[in-house]
Nanobody
Framework: VQLQAFGGGLVQAGGSLRLSCAAS????????MGWFRQAPGKEREFVAT????????SYADSVKGRFTISRDNAENTVYLQMNSLKPEDTAVYYC?????????????WGRGTQVTVSS
């Protein structure tokens, strides 16, 4: 399976972006999916996850209330709506897939997309 994240860009603090993660090669409608990010000089960190059917989501405390993860299984796509962006959200964002319907490990990774938030 190949994952590709896109939708990143440069935005001012307080602005919004929507990231998309498209899967190809096979359907991921039965897989939990997640978004992670890595800022310069820092380790990759968890952002949000969603179960295979979208019934359960989880978020890092730093993004809770501002970011929303969702999915469209018919389109084989996962989204991350990011609102009220802050400079500390600047990072490369990656999507990942788990072999399980709920939870990790997240073993399939796509290329990331850069998000830069200016102050």
């Amino acid at each position: 399976v190949q994952l590709q994240a896109f939708g990143g860009g440069l935005v001012q603090a307080g602005g919004s972006l929507r990231l998309s993660c498209a899967a190809s090669g096979r359907t991921l409608s039965r897989n939990a999916m997640g978004w992670f990010r890595q800022a310069p000089g820092k380790e990759r960190e968890f952002v949000a996850t969603i179960t295979w059917d979208g019934s359960t989501t989880s978020y890092a405390d730093s993004v809770k209330g501002r970011f929303t993860i969702s999915r469209d299984n018919a389109e084989n796509t996962v989204y991350l709506q990011m609102n009220s962006l802050k400079p500390e959200d600047t990072a490369v964002y990656y999507c990942a897939a788990s072999p399980l319907q709920e939870g990790g490990p997240y073993v399939h990774w796509g290329r990331g997309t850069q998000v830069t938030v200016s102050s």
